[in-house]
């Protein structure tokens, strides 16, 4: 049996976790929420350590993606269950590095904890929502380590630093004078706080161009409902109207923002044409399409450009759908899903590859009594949904030569929570590990701008509101061709904590074999 004390320390563990993240918004609770937790794992036994941890996970992940209940309260129960088993794992590691000295736990404890966000990320088809890392969104200073890590540096220094917190009241409870740990994790975050105040004190240089977002906030029923069509397109049309006034070099609505087949429905499409010759701009929409391929029809959820002359430049297919929503899965294994789904599952099938679109930009150029007009091909990636959680896709576009990123999206399904804010941590992270500007345009919200150093910088608001509501922003960015180190090499500081996870993990279980 767990002792009740246990489990009360692994609750104030997942509490402290909760209050972190949107919408509290307290990351600094981070640095010390894992200390319970620790506490409570002191001399367990492995399968112990497991369910005391997989409690605190559990609650977390409970407290921070609630909002699927909107779609499914058993598949919210379902998928926490699923991800509070990383925070098992992490428990059972910790029992299986109690052999150790502090100093080697100081800094395999906290890789651990990144081998196995990461394997959350990716394991499955991944689900890296709600990485601790991503609890800094709004610490600029240490989150800008992301152009060498990723979300996983920041996510090392949080646990390290509880870590070294943990080591020291445990000293001090045995009467030991060693601040060994604390010394040493404090020099690392002064040497991640410099590196953070050099890199936001660097100014981006290059092209400038004016792009306007537009937030319809169309209610998730009446989305597809043919009834709305024509209230959609009236709104669509007086918003886009009004953001052309601030003359934006390119306008983008959310994901499938038109209530149809764009390509193959006439209304629909000289709908679109129409506006973008009344505009005099470029605009992005969101839309499903589908096509012919042996005989089979394809259906993707897609993103069109259309230039200004009406015709469409290129689009990009969603690569990584959403499981149980957009597609089912190994279908064979889990034919019955769609039979007790709330609502219809998708039959989408994923893109390939990793599409840049691109634009012409017009600009003056005054030289002695002459004025020349330049055209210039302006270049940017777009992610649909979710897929600016996978730093993959986004470090795809970027090496693709992407001049900005995209991500249209539609955070409706989830009602007045705090999902779209969640969301858009993710979007931070992507901006400051390619050091490119990321721009978001929602249905519902959080439609926003954000700078090379993460910082949101406008969004589309009204009345101190920013979900829920229609209006559009537009804002001036500057183009930037930074290559960092994280948009050339990934993952490594992932890989190195898994190889040492891994590594020394081996190796107490060939001693516990050889016992």
């Known amino acids: 049996m767990l002792r009740k004390i246990a489990i009360l320390l692994a609750e104030i563990s997942a509490l402290l976790l909760v209050l972190s993240f949107p919408g509290f918004n307290l990351w600094i609770l981070a640095w010390f929420a894992f200390i319970p937790l620790f506490f409570a794992l002191e001399n367990q036994k492995p399968h112990s350590a497991f369910l005391i941890s997989y409690i605190t996970g559990f609650i977390f992940f409970l407290g921070t993606i609630y909002w699927l209940i909107h779609v499914s309260l058993p598949g919210m129960i379902m998928v926490a269950a699923y991800l509070a088993l990383y925070f098992g794992f992490f428990g059972l590691a910790i029992t299986y590095y109690q052999l150790l000295t502090t100093n080697y736990k100081l800094f395999l404890i906290p890789a651990a904890w990144v081998a196995l966000e990461w394997a959350r990320s990716y394991v499955f088809t991944g689900f890296g929502w709600s990485l601790l890392g991503y609890s800094q969104s709004s610490n600029l200073p240490i989150i800008q380590i992301a152009d060498v890590s990723g979300p996983y540096g920041v996510s090392f220094l949080i646990v390290m630093f509880n870590t070294a917190v943990f080591f020291t009241i445990k000293n001090i409870r045995n009467k030991k004078r060693s601040l060994t740990p604390l010394a040493m994790t404090a020099i690392l975050i002064i040497a991640v706080l410099g590196y953070g105040l050099l890199r936001l004190n660097n100014v981006f240089t290059g092209e400038k161009i004016k792009v306007s977002v537009v937030q319809g906030n169309i209610p998730q029923d009446q989305k597809w409902d043919e009834r709305f069509v ?73 993103a069109f450009l259309f230039l200004k002359d009406g015709s469409i430049a290129s689009h990009y297919d969603k690569m990584h759908l959403v499981p149980f929503g957009e597609y089912v899965p190994l279908q064979k294994l889990f034919f019955f899903v769609q039979r007790f789904a709330p609502r219809p599952i998708g039959d989408f099938v994923g893109g390939k590859e990793f599409t840049i679109l691109r ?66 941590q993710a979007s931070v992270f992507r901006a400051v590990e390619n050091r490119i500007n990321v721009i978001r345009a929602a249905n519902t919200g959080l439609s926003c701008f954000i700078d090379q150093k993460g910082r949101v910088v406008s969004k589309v608001s009204a009345d101190g509101r920013d979900l829920f509501i229609d209006g559009f922003k537009a804002h001036e960015i500057v183009l930037s061709r930074t290559r960092t180190l994280y948009t050339v090499y990934g993952d490594v500081f992932a890989y190195i904590c898994i190889f040492f996870t891994v590594f020394y993990l081996s190796r107490y279980i060939r001693r516990r074999g050889h016992k």
Not at 261 to 288: M, S
């Open 359 to 424: 634009f012409p930009v017009e600009r003056s150029v005054r030289e002695a009594d002459h004025n020349w007009k330049l055209m210039k091909k302006v270049s940017f990636g777009c992610l649909i949904c979710f897929e600016d959680i996978f730093p993959r896709l986004a470090r795809g576009m970027v090496k693709n030569n992407a001049g900005f990123l995209v991500n249209i999206t539609n955070d409706a399904w989830f009602g007045r929570s705090s999902a779209a804010y969640q969301h858009a």
């Open 230 to 302: 024509t209230k959609i397109i009236e709104k669509y049309t007086a918003l886009t109207v009004s953001s052309a006034a601030e003359k934006p070099d390119l306008i983008i609505w959310p994901e499938t923002s038109v209530p149809g087949f764009v390509e193959d429905q006439k209304i629909l499409l000289e709908w679109v044409r129409g506006l973008t010759r009344i505009t005099d701009a470029p605009l992005l929409v969101g839309a499903p399409r589908y096509e012919y391929v042996n005989g089979r029809e394809l259906y993707y959820n897609s």
